[in-house]
Antibody, heavy 123, light 108 residues
Framework: EVQLVESGGGLVQAGGSLRLSCAAS????????MSWVRQAPGKGLEWVAN????????YFVDSVTGRFTISRDNAKNSVYLQMNSLRAEDTAVYYC????????????????WGRGSLVTVSS | SSVLTQPPSVSVAPGQTARITCGGN??????VHWYQHKPGQAPVLVVF???ERPSGIPERFSGSDSGKTATLTISRAEAGDEADYYC???????????FGPGTKVTVL
């Protein structure tokens, strides 16, 4: 079964750090671009960051640039989101999502999602 | 960068048809994708590349594109279709994924 499982969420004080992990199974992880998408309480979905198959290309939404980093370990079938200098507005459920194309060029949509990990930043 | 618009809510009677629109200043010529999201669950891709349906998604879900507006149509609506629906595209200018604000579908 194709699956993504997030972990690492929790309660953190403003200015603190947290590292989210996403474990993939059921597909050849190293073939796919991967993304993190978040949903703040009562709000809609917001793309946060993505990374290409080899980890050499990374992109971020403007609001997290310089504070968040994305990485992956293809040997462990995992992608990570390191979140530093956290703010109250980063409070959200963070979803790991797979790009819809297993080829070099991304499809630019998400065909597999995890159930999410809640990050709460207290001010 | 692209800004997408969706109606906040759509109501539909069981067995009837619901249509959710997605508009935007730069939507023309771009591929639009649609997700169904139920509380506490993972979002589900229901339409990609404007009109394509992933395997396992019922034929009741269909997408269309008129150039300036993309539409997700849910035919023969069922109680299980109640969810938030989001459109999404790739903004080539900013290299960002953009989501619409979401539409809450209620099956009365």
């Amino acid at each position: 079964e194709v699956q993504l499982v997030e972990s690492g969420g929790g309660l953190v004080q403003a200015g603190g750090s947290l590292r989210l992990s996403c474990a993939a199974s059921g597909f050849t992880f190293s073939n796919f671009w991967m993304s993190w998408v978040r949903q703040a309480p009562g709000k809609g979905l917001e793309w946060v960051a993505n990374i290409n198959q080899g980890g050499s290309e990374k992109y971020f939404v403007d609001s997290v640039t310089g504070r968040f980093t994305i990485s992956r370990d293809n040997a462990k079938n995992s992608v990570y989101l390191q979140m530093n200098s956290l703010r109250a507005e980063d409070t959200a459920v963070y979803y790991c999502a797979r790009d819809g194309s297993g080829s070099y060029y991304p499809a630019r949509y998400f065909d597999i999602w995890g159930r999410g990990s809640l990050v709460t930043v207290s001010s | 960068s692209s800004v997408l618009t969706q109606p906040p809510s759509v109501s539909v009677a069981p067995g009837q048809t619901a249509r959710i629109t997605c508009g935007g200043n730069n939507i023309g010529g771009k591929s639009v994708h649609w997700y169904q999201h139920k509380p506490g669950q993972a979002p589900v891709l229901v339409v990609f590349d404007d009109i394509e349906r992933p395997s396992g998604i019922p034929e009741r879900f269909s997408g269309s594109d008129s150039g300036k507006t993309a539409t997700l149509t849910i035919s023969r609506a069922e109680a299980g279709d109640e969810a938030d629906y989001y459109c999404q595209l790739w903004d080539y200018n900013s290299d960002h994924y953009v989501f619409g604000p979401g539409t809450k579908v209620t099956v009365l």
